[in-house]
């Protein structure tokens, strides 16, 4: 409001504006640098590193991304937030699921939504090391507190018990507290037994997280491998 009440002042003189109009306009311009930094916040805080947008993400590569195509752009209007909706994304490496997960993050971010992205590995070995210095109550909530958490790549290492009890909290803690979780995975539902400890702690983690949720098949060749070029569609 300081930086600009001189020119406000000086367009409600010049435009014969009643004091009441000057004040609303010197809050709405306060309102919304304040709106601005608090996107420029939650954009830090996420992780994301870098913008990230729709129109780089192409539809056409593989059948399964055209078939997905409305279900995924329908993500973008955000209500799966309100709604307390996980997403998870299967498929294999190189087919699209972190930089579809990284772009509905970025426009999370832009909605001023309290977003934080890690890796499923990253996320675990903060949380053991917490358990070191008896921290793990206070860093647990790095992860159960944003509206929205993406986990990227679970299911490329398999968790020992620790981690998989781990998991299990955060998962559990978010559903608890209605708040969506995005994962990305390279392994089905049914082999989670693999990747976690055992076939208890899986089945638990995957129920609550396919309560309430949309889950995307990815299918296709790796796009990096493609070297990121147009390609048509393939069955």
Not at 14 to 19: H, Q
Not at 55 to 76: E, G, P, T
Not at 115 to 131: G, K, P, R
């Amino acid at each position: 409001m300081s930086r600009h009440l001189d020119q406000t002042i000086a367009d409600a003189t010049t435009n014969n504006l009643s004091f009441a109009a000057t004040l609303e306009r010197l809050a709405d311009l306060e309102l919304e640098a304040r709106r601005r930094r608090s996107i420029e916040r939650r954009v830090k805080m996420s992780r994301l590193q870098a913008s990230h947008s729709i129109d780089s993400f192409n539809f056409a590569h593989h059948k399964s991304r055209q078939q997905a195509r409305l279900r995924i752009l329908k993500l973008l209007d955000l209500d799966f937030l309100h709604k307390g909706t996980n997403l998870v994304f299967v498929g294999n490496p190189g087919v699209g699921k972190t930089m579809l997960a990284k772009i509905i993050g970025w426009r999370a971010c832009q909605a001023n939504h309290r977003v934080l992205f890690t890796t499923a590995m990253d996320m675990l070995n903060h949380l053991l090391a917490s358990q070191v210095d008896h921290s793990l109550v206070r860093k647990l909530k790095l992860y159960t507190e944003p509206t929205m958490l993406i986990c990227d790549e679970l299911g490329y290492l398999s968790l020992d018990q620790q981690n998989s009890n781990l998991f299990y909290q955060v998962i559990s803690d978010r559903h608890a507290q209605k708040r969506s979780t995005l994962i990305t995975t390279n392994t089905a539902f049914s082999d989670w037994g693999n990747i976690l400890y055992n076939t208890i702690i899986a089945t638990a983690i995957a129920d609550r997280l396919v309560e309430n949720s949309e889950v995307f098949l990815l299918s296709g060749d790796s796009f990096r491998k493609a070297g990121k070029n147009p390609s048509p569609p393939t069955e």
